[in-house]
């Protein structure tokens, strides 16, 4: 690939990911949206953040090593945490230790 | 002199959202850039990229794109798949940017995954301009990620102590994000539908091609719903 063809492939990278940043704003710019965009707006996030945790957890073999053991508890311990304290901090400096201290303690 | 206290004040607020995405950031960015100097790239490209991309997972993948043979509109596709997702934030944030003036294209421009999460979630405290708290949360993040990926690439093969196992940062924060959503509703249907279609969709569809069905699972299954949802009141 040749300097040129670098940067045009770059620059494909960059416009793909603007076109779904920059699309639902291009798209709904007047003062209100659709009700139904409005709706989606409001039942999205929820389900995203699910979507969001599965997502982080695509790379987990599920059939060798711990099963997916270590994340499923760690998700777990984090959770409980929010529930407990309620501090995001305090969940996510405490999730990430728990699994780190985890993997090491069962590798 | 008084614009300066109101961006101050909101620089104070929007800094301690962002420590979590701190650690991530540099740790992620790093491994970028580490690996982008192994593929044989000067730090000019992880710095560049980190910038203008600004989107993790697709700048990982555009470093096989850029060692394979050139494909401009392949790579144009790979790239409006990849960050497909992005849509949603988009659709979620329409109120949530209106009014935010000139900084309303670089909050769009700098929407990454978790730029969203925090955005969306954050309570703005009394008195905080919420636009300039959003452009604080937007511009950290990125600087977080652009100094992860430049510093990897530069300096990367030097650093060796243990770091295995950080990446759960990311997950930690998206299971809080999702915990706090989760203490804020009253009924969890959405949320349940957004686990459930992307689980199911992973183990049909297999690592590297299961979001795009699993997000347009989750539009179909919500615009079914909308009724009965609706009149329970989804949020």
């Known amino acids: 690939m040749t300097f040129t063809e670098q940067i045009i492939t770059i620059a494909m990278c960059i416009l793909g990911t603007m076109a779904t940043r920059f699309l639902p704003f291009i798209v709904f710019r007047g003062p209100h949206a659709p009700i139904y965009i409005q709706y989606l707006g409001q039942a999205l996030p929820a389900a995203i953040f699910g979507m969001l945790i599965v997502y982080c957890l695509k790379e987990v073999s599920w059939l060798t090593g711990t099963h997916g053991l270590t994340e499923l508890v760690s998700i777990a311990a984090t959770a409980l945490l929010h529930l407990w304290k309620r501090q995001m901090l305090v969940s996510i400096a405490g999730g990430t230790i728990f699994y780190m201290a985890l993997i090491r303690l069962i590798a | ?235």
């Not at chain 2, 934030?89 to 999460?117: H, N, V």
């Not at chain 2, 196992?165 to 994000?177: C, D, L, R």
């Not at chain 2, 690592?207 to 949802?229: E, Q």
Request: aromatic share 16%; hydrophobic share 55%.
């Open chain 2, 1 to 235: 002199m008084h614009d300066n206290h109101r961006i101050l004040k909101a620089f104070r607020a929007a800094f301690p959202l962002t420590v979590p995405i701190f650690a991530g950031f540099c740790f992620l960015g790093m491994a970028y850039g580490i690996y982008m100097n192994a593929a044989g790239f000067s730090p000019w490209y992880p710095f560049f990229m980190s910038m203008l991309i600004f989107g993790g997972s697709l700048e990982f993948i555009a470093v096989s794109m850029l060692l394979a043979p050139f494909a401009p509109l392949q790579a144009f596709i790979v790239a409006l798949m990849v960050q497909a997702r992005h849509i949603f934030y988009g659709l979620s944030m329409l109120e949530k940017f209106r009014g935010t003036g000139w900084k309303k294209p670089y909050l769009i421009f700098g929407m990454c995954d978790e730029t969203f999460s925090i955005n969306f979630t954050a309570k703005v405290p009394e008195g905080v301009d919420r636009g300039w708290m959003m452009f604080f949360v937007t511009l950290l993040n990125q600087l977080y990620w652009v100094s992860g990926a430049t510093i990897g690439a530069i300096a990367g093969s030097m650093l060796s102590f243990d770091t295995h196992g950080v990446e759960f940062v990311m997950t930690a924060m998206f299971t809080a994000i999702f915990m706090e959503q989760w203490m804020k509703e009253r009924l969890h249907y959405t949320a349940i539908i957004g686990i459930v279609a992307t689980a199911v969709s992973l183990a049909v569809f297999g690592a590297d091609s299961f979001l795009i069905p699993a997000m347009a699972a989750i539009v179909i299954i919500l615009t079914i719903l909308r009724g009965p949802l609706e009149r329970r009141g989804i949020t």
